[in-house]
């Protein structure tokens, strides 16, 4: 069984791709490949940030950011 915090970090993986596919009409394998290869995607599943545990909205924001400036910044709320 996964556990809670792996579940939380796939929700917003699938709700973070499903934004990219909407807002930048990409196409779902393409929208992955970004993901997956981001320096966000990284730190997300890493328990030791804590991102997952922040609204996706908010994260959307920063992986938006990184994906615009090529660097990932966490913004202060």
């Given at each position: 069984?996964?556990?809670?915090?792996?579940?939380?970090?796939?929700?917003?993986?699938?709700?973070?791709?499903?934004?990219?596919?909407?807002?930048?009409g990409m196409n779902v394998m393409?929208?992955?490949?970004?993901?997956?290869?981001?320096?966000?995607?990284?730190?997300?599943?890493?328990?030791?940030?804590?991102?997952?545990?922040?609204?996706?909205?908010?994260?959307?924001?920063?992986?938006?950011?990184?994906?615009?400036?090529?660097?990932?910044?966490?913004?202060?709320?």
């Open positions: 069984m996964m556990s809670k915090d792996k579940q939380l970090m796939e929700r917003i993986t699938q709700d973070i791709i499903a934004r990219l596919v909407d807002s930048a393409d929208a992955m490949t970004v993901f997956y290869n981001s320096a966000f995607c990284e730190k997300l599943y890493d328990k030791e940030t804590g991102l997952y545990l922040e609204g996706t909205d908010y994260l959307y924001e920063i992986f938006s950011d990184e994906l615009q400036s090529g660097r990932l910044i966490q913004k202060e709320i």
